[in-house]
């Protein structure tokens, strides 16, 4: 009996494992088909992503693809976290494939893990298998020193995208990132351009330490205080919707009034617009309370749209562009200007905002 | 005379403290006298009117009453769990995700913001429910056959769960947009109590009736407090551990549900996040065994809106977003402590020693 269901055990890893190569090879033609646009969702990456350590299968399949004959691709490595994480992660993780494909002169293999130690992992792998270009997404800011140092003596260059890290500028090429602080200020001025009679504040935060978190919460709180403005509550929300709505609903049973929810990303904004519907406070342009979200979720620029929520700003998950770019210029023999490059980045107003501008930028 | 009845009042402490009942109880009395002594109005129940016009009863006890439900459906799991197969599962969380993300999957039939369900809610709840008992029961073979530590077996689920969960959906995030399937997180038009709370009821009267009426409870402490005997006396030890995975399955695909309705939504890396260590803490902090064997259903329960009441008072005093795990986790341990076996003992000795001292 044990042994018929160690067998069928097995057959089932088999299976899984096959199928997940076949998704990940089939994936390369939609993606590429639409270079421009935001590529949909692939099922490809959670199927990677179910087995980050599986780099080196990865690896051949890429290998497999690339047609025998063109010499000339260049070699790239992109290690990300998991696209799972977060709709940013998924646009971006669908950028970067669409961006980094053969039609475009790139042959990429992608490792996504959000633990440092296995992005290490992936990144000392890549430059074994002779990668040109490495391009990183780093999990936590500290421990890349020594890889980066492999990195370079074996002629590997380094490309950061979305996060910096703790070493020493002269380990890589370029960082193409976000700052999450400009970020913020640009939601605070918007806050403040509304000229309330008074500011009663919830604020809820993000992971607490994380980049976005510091940034748009050191901009909120910075102001408040220059401006005499009453941050009611303050309390972390880990990002997730349902911990938003219970914070906010605390507020209500206590009693205290507020006409401004500042929430660091959309899902916790969703959240604290659920409580505020099921107390019967009304929100958004005509209501009673300011909304504020991060993000620019498709879902959150379509409640902007219908005027229930007020600002969303933007995180541009869309870097793949701006290193494709530097990688053009570094082949051809050209220099970098500038070693950190921060994206543009908007902010959406709900009487601004038009259809459209849904459609571009929700992710 | 006096002394009969002094060594009266200390049998009864002694008895008191040996109950199972004593710890949660002392724990939710502390609570709701510091609070009650803080801010009385934080027991303040009051009636609005929500957004959809209807009136509907608020305040902070319908709030511990509304979201502790999710932990309370979970802890009649979870408290099954740990009786037959001496071991947590860690892969709650990740299980709501999957049968969250399941339901979503079949109301909006694969198109992410569609507007119309594409079934009704009930057959994707039931789907949802099936789903989840399968993931429940691979858990529990591999608990019960391959005869892995529960903890160790659950950790494939925790790591894979929640790809798993966003594969369903393609990664997108689907919104639900019918008002109907927002009254399961919320409140059914007229009815002023929340409708987990309703849900949870229905769920602890299930299982009462259950364990009342069937062997269910006699057979599951039997395989957790010796499964060699309960084999020799006819019971199959494996299907019992599987059956108890299957019912927390069930548990799961029910706040699944309800956590997805109350955003109607799902983000798949944070829904029901750490969820598992607060229900195996409610069955904890129940005075149940975490090595298994004799349990009680209704001390779990209680546990389960202690944490929540826990939560809500820490929310209510705005303590520091950096510091409230550290907090939480200080009323943890003197919970968990006090609810030890030795240290009970220790506190039962103390009162049978003052007994005999009076008696003198």
Known sequence: ?????????????????????????????????????????????????????????????????????????????????????????????????????????????????????????????????????????????????????????????????????????????????????????????WLKSQNLDEYNIIHIQGVMGSAAQIGRSDALTETAADEGWNIIVSQTANWNAEEAQQIVQSVIDSGESFNVIYAENDNMAQGAVAALDAAGITHGVDGDVKILGFDTNKFALEELLAGNWNYDGQCNPFQSSYIDEIIKTLESGGTISEKTIIMDEMGFDAETITQEDVDTYGI | MQNKSKSGIGAFFSRLVRQQYFIPLTALVLLALFNLIADPAFFKISITTNSAGNAVLAGTPITILDYGSELAILAIGMTLVTAASKGQDISVGAAVAIAGSFILRMLCGGDSSSSTLHMPIICAFLLGCVVAMLFGAFNGVLVAFFKIQPMIATLILYTAGRSIAAW?????????????????????????????????????????????????????????????????????????????????????????????????????????????MDAILAVALGGNSLSGGKFNMATSIMGAYIIQFLTQTLYKYKVPSEALPAYKAVVVILLVVMSAPTVREYFSNLMKKMKVKEAA
């Open chain 2, 168 to 276: 369903f959906n393609n990664n997108e995030l689907p919104i639900i947009k019918d008002a109907t399937f927002s009254y399961i997180g919320g409140f059914i038009p007229g009815v002023p109590i929340p409708t987990p709370f309703f849900i949870a009821v229905i769920c602890v009267i299930v299982i009462t009736l259950v364990l009342k009426f069937t062997n269910l409870r006699l057979y599951t402490e039997a395989v957790g407090i010796n499964e060699n005997s309960a084999r020799l006396n006819g019971l199959n030890p494996a299907a019992i551990k599987i059956l108890s995975f299957v019912i927390l399955g069930l548990c799961v695909a029910v706040v699944g549900l309800i956590k997805v309705s109350r955003v109607s939504s799902i983000n798949y890396s944070v829904i029901a996040k750490d969820i598992e």
């Open chain 1, 1 to 189: 009996m044990k042994k018929k269901l160690a067998l069928m055990m097995v057959a089932a890893m088999t299976m899984a494992s096959v199928v997940g190569c076949g998704g990940g090879s089939n994936d390369a033609a939609p993606a590429a088909a639409d270079t421009e646009t935001e590529a949909p969702a692939d099922t490809a990456a959670d199927t990677e992503a179910e087995a980050p350590a599986d780099t080196a299968a990865a690896d051949t399949e890429a290998e497999a693809e690339a047609p025998a004959a063109s010499g000339e691709l260049i070699k790239v490595g992109i290690i990300n976290n998991d696209p799972n994480e977060s709709g940013y992660r998924t646009a971006n993780d669908a950028d970067l494939k669409a961006t980094f494909c053969e039609e475009n002169g790139y042959e990429a293999s992608f490792a996504y893990s959000l633990k440092n130690e296995e992005q290490i992992n992936s990144a000392q792998q890549f430059i074994q298998d002779g990668v040109d270009y490495l391009l990183l997404s780093a999990a936590d800011t500290s421990g890349w020193d020594s890889v980066l140092q492999d990195a370079q003596a074996n002629g590997v260059k380094v490309i950061l995208f979305d996060r910096t890290i703790d070493a020493d500028p002269s380990l890589y090429e370029a960082s193409i990132v976000s700052d999450m602080r400009a970020e913020g200020d640009k939601a605070v001025e």
